[in-house]
């Protein structure tokens, strides 16, 4: 479109004090030509934004440039329909960080808007994406369990058709061989009500159910997934907008234990699993012979939060352990039950549990290393009571139960790298691509086909999470919702709390991208990445970097994208060497020309300048909040925000250095177990790219401590200040750079 450009710069929140605002017009007017440029004490005020608008209708203003508070904010406000609008940060990050009235200050606003002003030359309005095929609102539910069903229900309540499969015959999960259950309000032990849940999903006329069934094969992505079911030597197809995968757990094998807690040796060592089939009947028994129950002893987290067998715990283990003694208790109130714990964990109002299981009688003894003993018939428990400070021995037991934790049903199935699976197709032996491998799992959940792989990626235990901060249903396949316990070990009020949850995130990706917008974490947003195919070099750096498998490969290693998988991250464009990607409102030119529009000081100004590529997800929030604590830092510092620091594509460096800027500070989110990148790679690759950046340097003949590279999560601003600094007396020390001026 042919763009009439608008400069709106408000005075108020201090703006005004601070900065020259009628030279700051004039870079505007006079400098870059903008036909409009108003001023305004409160433009996020009703009368403000009616200023905008009104030049929107009466001066055909298109495309809108608004110099005052940080894009974070007043977004709402800000929203003009059919307009280029582009935020400049003159608050948070120039006027509540520097000097009022000093020339530096007045640089640096002066500096935002020729950025803001290049940046708004460069975008286009953006035009969402409409797949060509039908779209569907439908959602599948992998999984018959309690998160499976409650998934399906709560689709179905809000209007929504849902497909449910199950592999077993029957619905039900793991609850259906639950007699008795602990629930709020942890008064009462009461009978297990599954029955009447998978009634209300048989019945609904919104669920389709498919027993024994297994999804063969899903492809496409959001709102045009296919999947293919096979059940009973059928087939069946389906067209699908969102998927909820509950697909549930399995008990953590019990032969994999240390042989000290006795599991194999006597068949009277038994999990709390397998303590569920021995009630099934409705009374406990001993397993070796089927007498009553006289003696027995829980054993908490066997093999649990150990790294050598599962390394985390599975947060229900001590809830169901006073439940299975209690019920002990209810047979035979003369009966001894012992539970061995190493801490004692009853979240919530659970507690009243282990109230009611002190009141029946159980004895409680805390030890880390009990030791199991059988010898023919003859059961025992030994270990160190920590609380009395000496040894006991828990002897001539009928029954020992390990309580030994849940893994995700995801978990099962040959791990393989990204690497080698590349080898097993044939392609890519004869090239390295230097990405961290991810695990892909092959457990014959969903089947996807992917280029990245047929299941979800897995993460810390196996577990499919995406982000397990911030967005903790997400998996990195688009569309894909993990519930229940498949994706954190839980009880069941959180797993039907979870499942609502799960189907409520399906429902708004099925929303969003009906739309052709965007879901997490920028939601919303309605640019997709185009690619200039006539410059391709099949090089694969784009599948193969991309987090959320949003690109496939044709058979001549062409990417195929597939729109409504993009999280809009932009981690394909920074990985392309021939810049062949780009989106209406973010490319590598865009921000090539938002660093040329930079004006660098001769180098007898003595004013360096420090280019700051600062991911938008943690990192320039991390700057706003520095602002907003009025802390102050090196006013030679220029940021640009970046998608997703994975995004930073290599020649920005070059041209940044080239075009005379003394230093160059990459921001982006931590990431490891404790913290995750909203992108999931997007740190750590461009982590391995900066790797490559000496190389450039080198060719420019330029010192390497130019550029650095630092993680910072949002809440890390009040060290902002200090990093920054300090980076700047390291470029002063170093000197000019001596590409200024050319």
Known sequence: MEKKVAVYICTGCGIGDALDIDQLGKVATEEKGVPICRTHPNLCSQEGAGLIKSDIEKEGANSIGIAACSPRVMYDVFNFENCIVDRINLREQVVWCQKPGDEDTQMMAEDYLRMGLAKIDSMELPEPYKPEEEFSRDILVVGGGLSGMTSALEAARAGYDAILVEKAPQLGGFQKKVETIATFPYQELRENDIEELIRAVEQNEKVKVYTGAKVEKTSGGPGIFHVTISQNGSTFEHKVGAIVMAAGWEPYDPNKLDKTLGFGTSPNVVTNAMFEDLGAEGTVKRPSDGNDIRKAAFLQCAGQRDPEYLPYCSTVCCTVALKQALLIKQQNPDASVYVVYKELRTPGQAEDLYRKAQEAGVIFVRCQSPEVKAEGDALSVEGEDELLGEKVLLDDLDLVVLATGMVPASAFGPDITQEEKEKEEGKGEEEEIEVPPDVIRRSNI??????????????????????????????????????????????????MEDAAGAVMKAI?????????????????DMTYPEFAMQRCTQCKRCTV?????????????????????????????????????????????????????????EEDEEKPRILVLACENDAYPALDMAGLHRMTYNAWVRVIPLRCLGSMNLVWIADSLSKGIDGVILLGCEHGDDYQCHFIKGSELASIRLGKVSETLDRLALESERVRFETVSIIDYHKLPALLDEFAEKIDEIGPNPFKGW
């Open 545 to 601: 970097e991309c987090p959320f498998g949003a690109i496939n490969e044709d058979d001549k290693f062409n990417p195929l994208p597939e729109p409504t998988r993009c999280r809009r991250c932009g981690v394909c464009m920074g990985a392309c060497p021939e810049r062949i990607i780009s989106f209406k409102n973010y490319s590598v030119a865009m921000v090539g020309n938002m660093v040329k529009a930079i004006e660098v000081p």
């Open 446 to 495: 969903l089947n996807l086909e992917y280029r990245q792989g047929p299941e979800v990626p897995a993460l810390m235990y196996d577990f499919p999470d995406s982000h397990f901060i911030c967005f903790p249903y997400e998996s990195r396949r688009t569309g894909v919702y993990a519930a229940g316990c498949v994706r954190r070990p839980m009880g069941r009020a959180s797993a």
């Open 508 to 524: 708004q990706c099925i929303e969003l991208t009906s739309r052709g917008a965007a879901v997490h974490p920028r939601a919303g």
